[in-house]
């Protein structure tokens, strides 16, 4: 069976502050990882998504995530956080690339 | 480009009473998925309909039914609700084939509340 572990179910950082959102993931397969940001009355919205290939991975508004298989780990990173990164994060697991397993979820605070 | 619309997005309904949430697709892609989101926690996998046909499960109870229609929309249907049913239904669809291939496009949701 698959799983996702989300470290802190919250998060809060300075305008302009490194954002690091923890994801360890379970899977007997090669993984399928994802993350999604949900911001509030609204649907989910891809970030970024590991298959194959090179394990750091590029997504939208400036967010990168590397994949580890030594430590089943897919963190989430920002170098610097906008006010407009607040929101929910949720990472995904999947091993046949449509059906998701998600975490809990982090919700992202960002200060001025 | 329209994305994956939901409706309704918001009801209200008792307990024992039934519900069913409609999704239109993406354009372009030809399987649906659904989502249950309780709150404060993740989503969690429902159903996956491809070519009018269930093709996975979660573990849900046999309350919870679909169907997709050959325009690839689809409904969920949720029977006797309880109270626990209380949630946001996600409606995700994506493409078997192509470069965008089992990437998921969700839409906003249908938030049900149960009394």
């Known amino acids: 069976a698959q799983s996702v572990t989300q470290l802190g179910s919250h998060v809060s950082v300075s305008e302009g502050a490194l954002v690091l959102l923890r994801c360890n993931y379970s899977?007997?397969?090669?993984?399928?990882l994802f993350w999604y940001v949900q911001y509030p009355n609204q649907g989910l919205q891809l970030l970024l998504k590991?298959?194959?290939?090179?394990?750091l991975v590029k997504g939208i508004n400036g967010f990168e995530a590397e994949f580890k298989k030594s430590e089943t780990s897919f963190h989430l990173t920002k170098p610097s956080a906008h006010m407009s990164d607040a929101a929910e994060y949720f990472c995904?697991?999947?091993?046949?690339?449509?059906?998701?397993?998600f975490g809990t979820g982090t919700r992202l605070q960002v200060f001025p | 480009d329209a994305g994956v619309t939901q409706s309704p997005t918001h009801l209200i309904k008792t307990r024992g009473q039934q519900v069913t949430l409609r999704c239109s697709p993406k354009?372009?892609?030809?399987?649906v998925s659904w989502y249950q989101q309780a709150l404060g926690q993740g989503p969690q996998f429902i159903f996956q309909?491809?070519?009018?046909?269930?093709?996975q499960r979660g573990n849900f109870p046999d309350r919870f039914s679909g169907h997709q229609f050959p325009n690839y929309s689809s409904e969920l249907n949720v029977n006797a609700l309880l109270l626990g049913d209380s949630a946001l239904y996600l409606c995700?669809?994506?493409?078997?084939?192509?470069?965008?291939?089992?990437?998921?496009?969700f839409g906003a949701g249908s938030r049900l509340t149960v009394l």
């Open positions: 995700a669809s994506s493409q078997t084939q192509g470069a965008g291939a089992n990437v998921l496009t």
């Open positions: 590991y298959t194959t290939g090179a394990t």
């Open positions: 899977s007997s397969v090669p993984p399928y």
């Open positions: 995904a697991v999947s091993d046949l690339a449509d059906k998701l397993i």
């Open positions: 309909y491809y070519e009018e046909e269930e093709r």
């Open positions: 354009s372009g892609h030809d399987t």
